[in-house]
């Protein structure tokens, strides 16, 4: 029910930003994330938003990463400036719906930062 997409290889100090296109019938009064998991690591989270618009952001991406949503279209997307080799992992989608109490991952998608 989530497609992610927009990964890629991208040079440190550079940009990419992920989207992430859900099921209509679940976007609207669901809460959307953006988790990521780095080669030897747990999944963290990087950056949430609910469905009336409140963002949270995770210490190491704030400021550099904004997401934002379009209900008209039931997509998600993740704006990743200044990139860091340590910013790469891949990142999934993440959709928890507020109605049925139940949460989704998309397949993720693959970023890498590198020179």
């Known amino acids: 029910q989530l497609q992610a997409s927009g990964g890629g290889l991208v040079q440190p100090g550079g940009s990419l930003r992920l989207s992430c296109a859900a099921s209509?019938?679940?976007?609207?009064?669901?809460?959307m994330g953006w988790y990521r998991q780095a080669p030897g690591k747990q999944r963290e989270l990087v950056a949430t938003?609910?469905?009336?618009?409140?963002?949270n952001y995770a210490d190491s991406v704030e400021g550099r990463f904004t997401i934002s949503r379009d209900n008209a279209k039931n997509t998600v997307y993740l704006q990743m400036n200044s990139l860091k080799p340590e910013d790469t992992a891949v990142y999934y989608c993440?959709?928890?719906?507020?109605?049925?109490?139940?949460?989704?991952w998309g397949q993720g998608t693959l970023v890498t930062v590198s020179s």
């Open positions: 938003i609910t469905s009336g618009g409140s963002t």
């Open positions: 993440n959709l928890y719906s507020v109605i049925l109490s139940q949460a989704y």
């Open positions: 209509a019938n679940i976007f609207r009064f669901s809460r």
